[in-house]
């Protein structure tokens, strides 16, 4: 059984910071290139930010360009998305997703159904 377990969501004020994580289980982590998405109240899920499976490449929506940073650990079969300089339009629940790939050419994986698997999300709260 495949699982995504997001951690480090939380409430936090305009212009702090949060690291959040996502552990894999069940699968072989390097296999799959993984990516952030959220989903703000009355929204739709979007695209956040991408990575290969080996960490060599990158891609970032262009609303967190600048401010968030997408990393892997593959010894730990961890994601990562920190997260800088918060603003309340960050406000949603994230979830860590898996595409299962080699490609280093990620930069077209922006789209919900590209995704193999799902974690159950973690809420992020910047108050206005």
């Known amino acids: 059984q495949v699982l995504l377990v997001e951690s480090g969501g939380g409430v936090v004020q305009a212009g702090g910071s949060l690291r959040l994580s996502c552990t894999a289980s069940?699968?072989?982590?390097?296999?799959?290139?993984m990516a952030w998405f959220r989903q703000a109240p009355g929204k739709e899920r979007e695209f956040v930010a991408v990575?290969?499976?080996?960490?060599?490449?990158?891609y970032c929506a262009d609303a967190v360009k600048g401010r968030f940073t997408i990393s892997r650990n593959n010894y730990k079969n961890t994601v990562y998305l920190q997260m800088n300089s918060l603003k309340p339009e960050d406000t949603a629940v994230y979830f860590c997703?898996?595409?299962?790939?080699?490609?280093?050419?990620?930069?077209?994986?922006?789209?919900?159904?590209?995704?193999?698997?799902w974690g159950q999300g973690t809420q992020v709260t910047v108050p206005s």
């Open positions: 990575i290969s499976w080996n960490g060599g490449t990158f």
């Open positions: 997703a898996a595409k299962s790939t080699h490609s280093m050419v990620v930069a077209s994986y922006v789209q919900i159904d590209e995704y193999d698997y």
């Open positions: 069940g699968l072989i982590f390097s296999n799959y290139a």
